[in-house]
């Protein structure tokens, strides 16, 4: 076994040889897996091998795509045999929403160039010689990508490629500690020796939260059984050896496809069974589950309906077997938390198909520095302490019941809640706030009225909420609103090198002492990592305030460039609540609050003061999210109550109304404000963006500078887009396709309607310039929308309110 390594990769499933491989396809072949039993051992082995690119997302669509394209040509490549299947696969529906679903992903799948498409119940069964439609299928959609793979055959491959370009890989090798020299590189120590290392991934599969422990990370893993059955051989299908599509039926819940001479069937229809609650086992190589008959057994019976062939066949084996999910049920792959040069690699629920991408994306990471796809939402980082593993437990368990059940854009999980709530949560319960979770933080989502309840109900199309944030929406143009805000991020930036290090990290220049600005932290490729609001409160004393779930990301990112001395960076604030106070009546409600001049001449737009109000310290931004007159008010959770006491008595004859998340982001698309994960990312420059306003062309030294002035006279790949689409019915949705004259062009990144203005509208990206006035379509649940390309804001175009 090898002593030094470029990079150590822990764990022999499909992940971690597929990484082991992209890196050797990328030249770095100084490389070391070790494995602490046989490859495949963990969740690979007893996969059923399916590759979806069926998938809910942008993202996902993308990985699965990736997957089917390198697996069909990797036997040639590597000169090692596969068996892998190109079947096609299609999706039956039972009712009108799971249509309109699947319109909408057929429009992703437009987006991206696929080729998915709606397909009607006599296609299917015209495709499939044993499949039955029945009454209750209405139509369907056709991913025509989706094969299956024999999954240890699949990592014996990519093992065979990555040896041959000379990657090590050590079986029956276990790791037994992990620490991080004074040199900054990486000891790896097993039972068979040491090596020290640059890099290290942590790709063991259900395992990654015990060797996350090895480093200090408590990771949100959770370990859930899950089943498909194998048929016994049939005649039918020893006379009939063609290939036929792959049935996933997510109303009944279950998968099928051809194993052979029989039937492989898998199903979500039963509840999350957590495994190994009281700790996990030393080895559990090569190992299943006991069989659960009685969870598949009303699946199967449902199943006939539409397979009848399935009743003439005997079970030939169970397979139940270990799958990891984390709270969101998407892997967790990317840079560790506070670690430089570690990465975990680990719990994936679809691990056979999504460990080419994973590859892929940490093969980038290690050698450039930055994906090649916004892959933020896989990133560790994502979560922090919250995340117990009871938590974890609990909301796994729920995700694993709706593993088929359609993704509404607005449902609110329920499980394990709530963690944590600001000292407003019973106060604005009682009022009648319908609460999510927002990085474990309580967040009111829209407020409860006389006349709308939530009654639960979910649709693509119109909920209830809409009436009720409608009302929150006019009461903060017409009077006051205030917001319950819990978990900003923040940090406190401070010391004689504070200026200089916010320089070098920023795009943007610094803002004089008492201003606000708006700035962004780009990549050394030009490309944006993400934003701040930089509050100057002294000469190096700065506050900054983040997208919520990017706290230990962009802490991360801001961190790799500090300085030995001279500058202070700390994440949070003793200002750790915070009420955001909105509408052309929010300073004659605050006004009488505080002693401190509130008026348009001492607390200017883009101002921020340290005052005291309601007898409260606390940091006033005067900045505005939703485009009205107002403040951000930072102050200590224990002053909450009582400042947003004195708040409501104030308002009380203002029109004061309480307003939710949902209210937020419909008055910040009417103003045309991006969103981190929505609007803009790593995959945009400033100039697709339309942000490139925001960078200082003064300044001679900040991460990014170079590739940002060399690309002012490149075409442009995208053009950053605002349209108002024509009449009523249902919002866009992220993703969806926008055309021009029958082509696709663009995709929507935000949408709803503007209640203020009360018009449907949405923001996007087009691959071609388009002035306002054009004229395009947007394709929503199917149905193509006239859209008109307008100036942004939509509202207040002129910022007169903002500014009053």
């Given at each position: 076994m090898r002593t030094q390594a470029k990079v150590v990769v822990i764990g022999g499933g499909a992940v971690g040889v597929s990484?082991?491989?992209?890196?050797?396809?990328?030249?770095?072949?100084?490389?070391?897996?070790?494995?602490?039993?046989?490859?495949?051992?963990?969740?690979?082995?007893?996969?059923?091998?399916?590759?979806?690119?069926?998938?809910?997302?942008?993202?996902?669509?993308?990985?699965?795509?990736?997957?089917?394209?390198?697996?069909?040509?990797?036997?040639?490549?590597?000169?090692?045999?596969?068996?892998?299947?190109?079947?096609?696969?299609?999706?039956?529906?039972?009712?009108?929403?799971?249509?309109?679903?699947?319109?909408?992903?057929?429009?992703?799948?437009?987006?991206?160039g696929y080729d998915m498409a709606m397909i009607s119940p006599a296609e299917m069964e015209a495709m499939h010689p044993w499949y039955r439609a029945g009454g209750s299928v209405i139509g369907g959609i056709l991913d025509p990508y989706e094969g299956d793979v024999d999954p240890s055959q699949l990592t014996q491959a990519l093992a065979k490629g990555a040896r041959d370009l000379g990657a090590e890989i050590v079986r029956f090798t276990k790791v037994t500690g992990i620490s991080r020299r004074p040199s900054g590189e990486w000891q790896v120590s097993t039972d068979k020796g040491e090596v020290v290392c640059d890099v290290v991934v942590n790709a063991s599969g259900y395992y990654g939260r015990q060797v996350g422990e090895v480093v200090g990370q408590s990771l949100p893993v959770v370990t859930l059984e899950h089943q498909y059955l194998v048929t016994e051989a049939l005649p039918e299908l020893e006379a009939n050896t063609a290939n036929f599509p792959l049935v996933r039926d997510p109303d009944i819940m279950f998968y099928l496809r051809r194993e052979r001479n029989g039937l492989l069937l898998g199903s979500y229809g039963h509840a999350g069974r957590p495994a190994w609650l009281d700790g996990m086992p030393d080895d559990f190589a090569n190992q299943l589950y006991p069989d659960s008959v009685d969870d598949i057994a009303e699946v199967l019976e449902a199943a006939l309906e539409q397979i009848p062939i399935l009743g003439e066949a005997g079970v030939s084996r169970f397979v139940n077997g270990?799958?990891?999910?984390?709270?969101?049920?998407?892997?967790?792959?990317?840079?560790?938390?506070?670690?430089?040069?570690?990465?975990?690699?680990c719990c994936f629920p679809v691990g056979i198909t999504h460990s080419a991408a994973a590859g892929k994306t940490l093969t980038e990471w290690i050698t450039e520095g930055e994906p090649e796809w916004d892959m933020s939402a896989w990133d560790p980082r994502r979560f922090g302490d919250w995340a117990t593993f009871d938590y974890t437990v609990a909301r796994a368990c729920e995700l694993y019941e709706h593993?088929?059940?359609?993704?509404?854009?607005?449902?609110?999980?329920?499980?394990?809640?709530?963690?944590?709530?600001?000292?407003?949560?019973?106060?604005?319960?009682?009022?009648?706030?319908?609460?999510?979770?927002?990085?474990?933080?309580?967040?009111?989502?829209?407020?409860?009225?006389?006349?709308?309840?939530?009654?639960?109900?979910?649709?693509?199309?119109?909920e209830a909420w809409h009436d009720a944030v409608r009302a929150e929406c006019e009461r903060v143009r017409d009077h006051v609103g205030v917001m319950d805000h819990g978990g900003f991020t923040r940090y406190e930036v401070d010391g004689p090198g504070a200026t200089?290090?916010?320089?070098?990290?920023?795009?943007?220049?610094?803002?004089?002492?008492?201003?606000?600005?708006?700035?962004?932290?780009?990549?050394?490729?030009?490309k944006i990592w993400s934003e701040a609001t930089i509050a100057r409160l002294d000469e190096n004393r700065y506050r900054l305030c983040g997208p919520t779930l990017a706290d230990q990301r962009d802490h991360d990112w801001m961190a790799q460039f500090l300085p030995d001395s001279g500058v202070t960076l700390r994440r949070g604030s003793r200002f750790d609540a915070a009420l955001m106070v909105m509408g052309p009546k929010s300073r004659d409600t605050l006004q009488p609050l505080t002693e401190a001049d509130l008026s348009k001449e001492a607390a200017p737009w883009m101002s921020v003061r340290e005052i005291t109000l309601a007898g409260a310290p606390m940091v006033a931004l005067r900045v505005s999210y939703v485009g009205e007159l107002g403040w951000e008010l930072h102050m200590r959770s224990a002053d909450l109550v009582t400042v947003y006491e004195a708040i409501m008595r104030e308002g009380a004859d203002k029109g004061m109304v309480e307003f939710g998340s949902y209210a937020l982001n419909a008055m910040r698309i009417e103003k045309g404000y991006h969103g981190w994960g929505a609007d803009f990312g790593?995959?945009?420059?400033?100039?697709?963006?339309?942000?490139?306003?925001?960078?200082?062309?003064?300044?001679?030294?900040?991460?990014?500078?170079?590739?940002?002035?060399?690309?002012?006279?490149?075409?442009?790949?995208?053009?950053?887009?605002?349209?108002?689409?024509?009449?009523?019915?249902?919002?866009?949705?992220?993703?969806?396709?926008?055309?021009?004259?029958?082509?696709?062009?663009?995709?929507?990144?935000?949408?709803?309607?503007?209640?203020?203005?009360?018009k449907r509208i949405a923001l996007g990206y087009l691959t071609i310039p388009a002035d306002p006035g054009a004229r395009f379509e947007i394709e929503v649940l199917g149905e193509p929308v006239q859209a008109t390309v307008r100036i942004l804001p939509f509202y207040d175009p002129e910022n007169a309110r903002l500014k009053g």
């Open positions: 990484t082991l491989y992209h890196l050797a396809r990328a030249g770095v072949t100084d490389t070391l897996l070790i494995e602490k039993n046989e490859l495949t051992s963990g969740s690979t082995w007893h996969a059923a091998g399916n590759i979806p690119t069926y998938a809910t997302s942008w993202g996902g669509m993308r990985a699965g795509n990736y997957a089917w394209r390198l697996y069909k040509d990797l036997a040639g490549v590597v000169d090692y045999p596969i068996t892998y299947r190109h079947t096609g696969a299609f999706w039956p529906a039972h009712t009108r929403d799971r249509m309109d679903f699947f319109h909408h992903l057929v429009g992703i799948s437009k987006g991206l270990p799958i990891p999910y984390s709270p969101d049920g998407a892997p967790l792959c990317g840079p560790a938390f506070g670690l430089p040069n570690f990465y975990h690699a593993q088929y059940a359609i993704p509404y854009p607005h449902r609110i999980w329920k499980s394990a809640r709530p963690v944590n709530r600001t000292p407003l949560y019973d106060r604005l319960k009682a009022k009648g706030a319908v609460f999510g979770q927002v990085a474990g933080w309580e967040r009111a989502f829209w407020f409860e009225t006389d006349t709308v309840s939530n009654d639960g109900k979910l649709s693509l199309r119109h200089a290090f916010l320089d070098r990290v920023f795009c943007g220049a610094m803002p004089e002492v008492g201003r606000v600005k708006l700035s962004y932290m780009l990549t050394p490729k030009g790593i995959e945009y420059t400033p100039y697709d963006a339309g942000l490139d306003r925001f960078v200082s062309r003064k300044k001679t030294d900040f991460v990014g500078r170079d590739a940002f002035l060399a690309g002012a006279d490149r075409p442009r790949d995208y053009h950053f887009t605002a349209f108002e689409l024509d009449g009523q019915g249902a919002d866009a949705l992220s993703s969806d396709p926008i055309l021009k004259d029958g082509r696709v062009v663009g995709y929507v990144s935000s949408a709803g309607t503007g209640f203020r203005i009360g």
